[in-house]
């Protein structure tokens, strides 16, 4: 069983930055594809971000250029910078965990494992 845990969500205003970031714990984290989604009220969960435990990464075409994740294997952490954020970028952020093969499928129903969720808000 793989233990996911999110921090450093909170309140940042249009065109500033953030960084959130995912310990997970359970597996040898080097093992584990990692991801970030997210999740608007009255939305589905989406995928924002993904990092294969090769280290290539996949973005959402609305982060691409802004997003930046990355991980640290000795630390079992993934990160997510947000930078130039925008009110639509509000939302409670996921990270996940699958130890699956990954293919080309980077959606909710290929990862295993998932963090309880931190609120980003920006506001305009």
């Known amino acids: 069983q793989v233990r996911v845990v999110e921090s450093g969500g909170g309140l940042v205003t249009a065109g500033g930055s953030l960084t959130i970031s995912c310990a997970a714990t359970?597996?040898?984290?080097?093992?584990?594809?990692m991801g970030w989604f997210r999740q608007a009220p009255g939305q589905e969960r989406e995928s924002v971000a993904v990092i294969r435990k090769t280290g290539s990464t996949y973005y959402t075409d609305s982060v691409k250029g802004r997003f930046t994740i990355s991980r640290d294997n000795v630390r079992s952490t993934v990160y997510l910078q947000m930078n130039s954020l925008k009110p639509d970028d509000t939302a409670v952020y996921y990270c996940?965990?699958?130890?699956?093969?990954?293919?080309?499928?980077?959606?909710?129903?290929?990862?295993?494992?998932w963090g309880q969720g931190t609120q980003v808000t920006v506001s305009a």
């Open positions: 359970g597996r040898t984290f080097s093992t584990l594809h």
């Open positions: 996940a965990a699958t130890a699956r093969n990954l293919l080309f499928d980077y959606a909710v129903r290929s990862f295993d494992f």
